[in-house]
C-alpha cells in the first residue's frame, strides 16, 4: 500500500487543524492504521491508531481528548483531526498502515510508511 500524507501547515497556539492520508489500493480496509510524528532532534513517537473497520482507537496519552482519528474506509483515507494545538505539537507527521498489528500494537512496529507532513505550531 502506498501512503500520501497531506493537510500540514503553520498555524498559532490554539488553532485546529486536519491532517488526511490517503492510501492506494483496493485493501484499505484490511490494514489498521495511524499517525507518528518527529519533532527536530527527537525519535519519531506514535501519535494515534485506527483499528480497520474505525470503531477502535488508541492514542498516546497526552494527546487523548486534543485528537481524534478517523477513516472512511470508501475513500480510503484517514483523518487526524488535531485540535488546541501547543508548540510542542509541531512535528512531521507520517501515516502508517500494518495489516497484522491492533490498534494497541502498531505503536510498536509498522509495515508501511507513508509520506510526512510538517506541522508547525507558533506560540
Known amino acids: 500500500v502506498q501512503l500520501q500524507a497531506s493537510g500540514g501547515g503553520l498555524v498559532q497556539a490554539g488553532d485546529s487543524l486536519t491532517l488526511s492520508c490517503a492510501a492506494s489500493?483496493?485493501?484499505?480496509?484490511?490494514?489498521?492504521m495511524g499517525w507518528f510524528r518527529q519533532a527536530p532532534g527527537k525519535e519519531r513517537e506514535f501519535v494515534a491508531a485506527?483499528?480497520?473497520?474505525?470503531?477502535?482507537?488508541h492514542y498516546r496519552t497526552p494527546l487523548e481528548g486534543r485528537f481524534t482519528l478517523s477513516r472512511d474506509n470508501a475513500k480510503n483515507t484517514v483523518y487526524l483531526q488535531m485540535n488546541s494545538l501547543k508548540p510542542e505539537d509541531t512535528a512531521v507527521y507520517y501515516c502508517?498502515?500494518?495489516?497484522?498489528?491492533?490498534?494497541?500494537?502498531?505503536?510498536?512496529?509498522?509495515?508501511?510508511w507513508g509520506t510526512g507532513t510538517q506541522v508547525t505550531v507558533s506560540s
Open positions: 502508517a498502515a500494518d495489516p497484522f498489528k491492533v490498534v494497541t500494537t502498531l505503536q510498536y512496529g509498522v509495515e508501511y
Open positions: 489500493g483496493r485493501t484499505f480496509s484490511s490494514y489498521t
Open positions: 485506527i483499528s480497520k473497520s474505525g470503531k477502535s482507537t
